[in-house]
């Protein structure tokens, strides 16, 4: 059965720092796109961040630009996202998505399986 788990959230003070890592059940999903979600309480998800499966095009949401970078991973590793300056507003759950595309999927849509979630939370 395929499966992606994310972990690496916590708790972390504004201004810390984070590394989210996503976990594939199979090597060959680090040959695809990895997107990374969240959802903060009562709101919709969210795109955050995703990588081609060549792992040479990413994008990012305007929000986390310049803060969070995402990066492909040889090993079980799927994708890392590091999170860096975090506010209190990227609090969240975040979500890794395998997207079977050779471009960036930035749409929930273009998502074929999804992790469990990690939980963010940054206090002010």
């Known amino acids: 059965q395929v499966r992606l788990e994310e972990s690496g959230g916590g708790l972390v003070q504004a201004g810390g720092s984070l590394r989210l890592s996503c976990s594939a059940s199979?090597?060959?999903?680090?040959?695809?796109?990895i997107t990374w979600f969240r959802q903060a309480p009562g709101k919709e998800r969210e795109f955050v961040a995703g990588?081609?499966?060549?792992?040479?095009?990413?994008r990012y949401a305007d929000s986390v630009k310049g803060r969070f970078t995402i990066s492909r991973d040889k090993s079980k590793i799927a994708a890392i996202l590091k999170m860096n300056s975090l506010e209190p507003e990227d609090t969240a759950v975040y979500y890794c998505?395998?997207?079977?595309?050779?471009?960036?999927?930035?749409?929930?849509?273009?998502?074929?399986?999804w992790g469990q979630g990690t939980q963010v939370i940054v206090s002010s």
């Open positions: 990588i081609s499966g060549a792992g040479f095009n990413t």
């Open positions: 199979e090597r060959t999903f680090n040959n695809y796109g």
């Open positions: 998505a395998a997207c079977f595309s050779e471009g960036v999927v930035t749409n929930s849509d273009g998502v074929d399986y």
